[in-house]
């Protein structure tokens, strides 16, 4: 007993054991209590940027539902620009026909008018403003379609649809052929058009167009075929239609019609070439 009473009393014994305490406290892992003052501080701040999100989200959707599918809103938009194109093409027809309609008139009466009016008809046909028809060729062309069990042939998804290039190698094909008058989409092609595609849809005139695409040419079947057959690239149109099952077909006509063109012939820019 005596032992211990003097080492209790031993101020450099207590010193000691006070700094090993306190060593010891800093190694093991903090008490409850200061695990909960840290709880403390990130409940504010986690509730600041909780109200921050909130907010921003609010004005954001400024009265609307983010979660919102907007695919339908596009689907309308897209309706109703179709139908303002539908629209103005048929308001613009009406005008050619009453300018044609007065035009005709006073080339009764007047003859410098008359002149003029006889030299712009004559050059219709070359521009493609008057309806032809005749014997021909049709080319079908159309994406690999889906199997019975809903599955696409093997081969990826640009092996798979119909390209801009394979529609522009069948047109040139045609005309090289000696065609006479060509229509897409029965729509007429003439010098100022352009075949141009967006994903899989073609473009044209301003109207999208989704496959099958429909390419019509009047002129020789035989030289038109045989214009096909020799092109470079509707033989790599072909070879892909047998690997990977693309619609490419090829229909003699008889008597076909292609119709005018009836879009705006104004040129909007050229290039003199030297």
């Known amino acids: 007993m005596s032992g211990g009473s003097s080492d209790r009393s031993d101020p450099d014994a207590s010193s000691w054991g006070r700094v090993l305490r306190r060593a010891a406290a800093a190694l093991l892992p ?5 695990r909960r003052r840290g709880w403390s501080l990130l409940v504010p701040v986690s ?89 021909g060729v049709t080319v079908r062309l159309n994406d690999a379609p889906r199997r019975p069990d809903g599955s696409r042939p093997t081969g990826s998804p640009d092996d798979l649809v119909i390209h801009q290039q394979d529609v522009q190698a ?46 019509t ?23 892909a239609a047998t690997d990977f099952g693309l619609g490419y077909e090829v229909k003699v006509e008889g008597d076909v019609t292609v119709p005018a063109y009836e879009g705006s012939v104004a040129l909007r820019s050229a290039q003199r070439s030297s």
């Not at 903090?30 to 200061?34: G, L, M, Q």
């Not at 897409?184 to 695409?213: E, H, K, Q, W």
């Not at 079947?221 to 070879?239: E, I, K, N, Y």
């Open 30 to 34: 903090r008490r409850p209590a200061d």
């Open 47 to 135: 509730l600041l940027f909780a109200g921050m999100l909130f907010t921003t989200t609010a004005t954001t959707a400024n009265g609307t539902d983010l979660r919102d599918d907007r695919r339908p809103e596009l689907a309308n938009l897209i309706t109703a620009r179709k139908l303002d194109v539908a629209t103005a093409e048929k308001r613009a027809s009406n005008l050619r026909r009453q300018i044609e309609s007065q035009t005709k008139a006073q080339a009764g009466s007047d003859a410098p008018v008359a002149e003029q009016r006889a030299r712009g008809q004559a050059q219709l046909g070359a521009a493609g403003l008057v309806a032809v028809h005749g014997p």
């Open 170 to 215: 069948v047109v040139n094909a045609l005309w090289s052929g000696g065609s006479e008058a060509m229509s897409i989409m029965g729509v007429r092609v003439i010098s100022t058009s352009a075949v141009r595609c967006v994903g899989n849809t073609l473009l044209l005139d301003g109207r999208v167009y989704s496959p099958p695409f429909v390419v």
């Open 217 to 239: 040419a009047i002129g020789d079947p035989l030289l038109l075929q045989r214009a096909l057959d020799g092109s470079d690239g509707v033989r790599a149109l072909h070879a």
